[in-house]
């Protein structure tokens, strides 16, 4: 799981919700369950001061983009880019499948490894 937040969106966020350095936004999936999940460019967010139980955390420009361990399931094995364009005016999500690049059977090099995901890790076969 990784997150990405463009330049754009992160003035937008900031502008939107008065946003100074320290305050965050929450992220998280529109659905309650993990079955017939649509990953679609209009996902929830909300802005939370709180850093509560993240799974992932991205900084950028000050502000704390997180991901909370009970929506994780919904981002799991994914990379999430969030950008911001006009004529839409609101952020949109992009997601693309991580993909793990393995040096010999059953290893991977350093860079593949997530250690902000590695607690839930034995949790994405059921959330995948």
């Known amino acids: 799981m990784k997150l990405i937040i463009t330049d ?22 529109k659905t309650v369950q993990p079955r017939d999940v649509r990953h679609g460019p209009w996902q929830g967010f909300t802005p939370e001061k709180k850093l509560i139980n993240a799974a992932i955390v991205e900084k950028k420009d000050g502000i ?3 991901i909370n361990f009970e929506d994780a ?13 006009i004529n839409d005016e609101q ?38």
């Open 8 to 29: 754009n969106a992160s003035k937008w966020f900031q502008n939107k919700y008065a946003l100074q350095t320290g305050d965050g936004i929450k992220l998280y999936g």
């Open 64 to 66: 704390n983009y997180h």
């Open 73 to 85: 399931w919904f981002f799991s094995g994914l990379i999430t880019l969030i950008d911001y364009r």
């Open 91 to 128: 952020p949109l999500f992009n997601f693309q499948r991580e993909t793990a690049r393995p040096t010999t059977i059953n290893t991977f090099s350093a860079e593949d490894v997530d250690a902000s995901t590695g607690a839930s890790s034995k949790f994405e076969d059921y959330w995948e």
